[in-house]
């Protein structure tokens, strides 16, 4: 399918989001000329359009799909359904072939070597991860990764080498296709970071949550791998169902004391500090020192898993291995320093859910110990404004110094069980003793008076958060 439409145009209806953004640069790298559609776009996706060269319409309207196209790719986003959007429903009158993100990452990677990153949390870092570790050590290869790289050039790449990584969405594939987007991949290996509940809108149950990684993993054939985090939830049940060798890995080392406690990849001896360093091990045996910019516990049980799926598969030396590591600085928002220079560190935390909001903040109070956390707070993903997950405000605040909250941001009409700013910031109040602020005005306002010259400021959100993750650094300068 690729060989024959080179050259030709696709179209993408909801270009702006994370992954279909990363897929209009793979099309455009496979030879396609692309287009787009997307409404509410704000960065870093949509400078990273721009960058790329790639024609972007600011709304949604039959005459965004060019005359002589032939292939339109749909996102999943509830607005782009054929009921609300007038976009789709013209691709769909004009009987297009139509493709989902999934469907056309499948038809990508169908003659490589597919790695797949899958969990609830931690998936991007490690995506990243193991495409930077790979592209360092001169494989050249490809990788789909759900967020911005900071050393790659761009979240995808086709690559002549013979693996391709791609970060797996356990999230449906499309508006008419239920089924999660990681299956429609072929894998050769899979990392399992952890099948804690999350996604509740769409997955109203655990059981149901866990379901489609049960599936994926008996994908993987005989002699592929899967390489799974001991301790993630629920990874235990799941890995059940895979028939391939099967690799675990941990931050903590084994006990003789205490059976299942260090996986069979490991860190011992860790020192956290600005480079945080510490010895990985691989059944009670030193393989190399790893030295690493990024921070928190849960980074360095990333490194371990990377390390877990390419030494063992022999894809590079530890050596080479360790190297890449300690040149690699991230992904954009997922604890990423906005202002280097700045007297006040001011970190963005992707906070989509309890888990990586919870995470991101444990990794502030463990570099920074003597220091107090002030955190900015936007509940945007849907979680966070589900009646099911009211709880969540119980503790996620716990070890911060202040907070300051923001509104609530609805996409579309309310979901099942979904609240308002309102009822959340009167849950949030129970808890803590939060200040709000409706906008970024004030919002600045509050938070000029209450940082101080030691503190750490937290922004933590998966939306645009008033535009402060831009405003507040250089006012911290």
Known sequence: MIKNRQKEKVHLIGIAGSGMSAL?????????????????????????????????????????????VKLVIIGKHTGLAAEENMETRAALRRKLVIKSLPEMLAILSAKKENLVVVGSFGKSTMTALLAWCLHYAKRH?????????????????????????????????????????????????????SAEHDHVNIFP????????????????????????????????????????????YSSEAPARQSPGVGGDWYAQDIKHSKITSFELCRNRKKIIKIETKLLGRHNIENIVGAAALLLE???????????????????????????????????????SSYEKARAGLEALRLHFPGKKIVAVFEPHAFSWRNKKFLHWYKDIFRGVSKVIMLPAMSRGPRGPGEIGTREIWREAKKHFPIQTAKTEKEALASLLKIIHKNDVVALISSGPMLGLTKTLPRKLV
């Open 24 to 68: 209009a640069v793979l099309l455009k790298e496979a030879g396609f000329r692309v287009s787009g559609s997307d409404e509410n776009v704000f960065e870093p996706i949509a400078g990273y359009l721009r960058r790329n060269k790639i024609s972007l319409q600011n709304n949604h309207r039959p005459q965004n799909i060019p005359p002589d």
């Open 141 to 193: 290869p490809s990788y789909f990764i759900g967020a911005l790289p900071l050393d790659l050039k761009n979240s995808s790449h086709l690559g002549t080498g013979k693996e391709f990584v791609l970060e797996g969405d356990e999230y449906p594939s499309a508006n008419w296709d239920k089924s999660s987007k990681f299956l429609h991949y072929s894998p050769n290996a899979v990392i399992l970071i």
């Open 205 to 248: 149950t655990e059981k149901a949550y866990v379901a489609p990684y049960k599936k994926l993993v008996s994908k993987i054939p005989k002699d592929g791998f899967l390489v799974y985090a001991l301790h993630g939830k629920n990874n235990k049940e799941v890995i059940k169902f895979a028939k391939c060798k099967k690799i675990s």
């Open 313 to 351: 598969s022999k894809k590079m030396t530890p050596q080479t291995f360790a190297r890449a590591v300690k040149n690699f600085h991230g992904i954009q928002r997922r604890i990423e320093l906005l202002n280097p220079k700045g007297q006040v560190p001011v970190y963005d935390v992707f906070g």
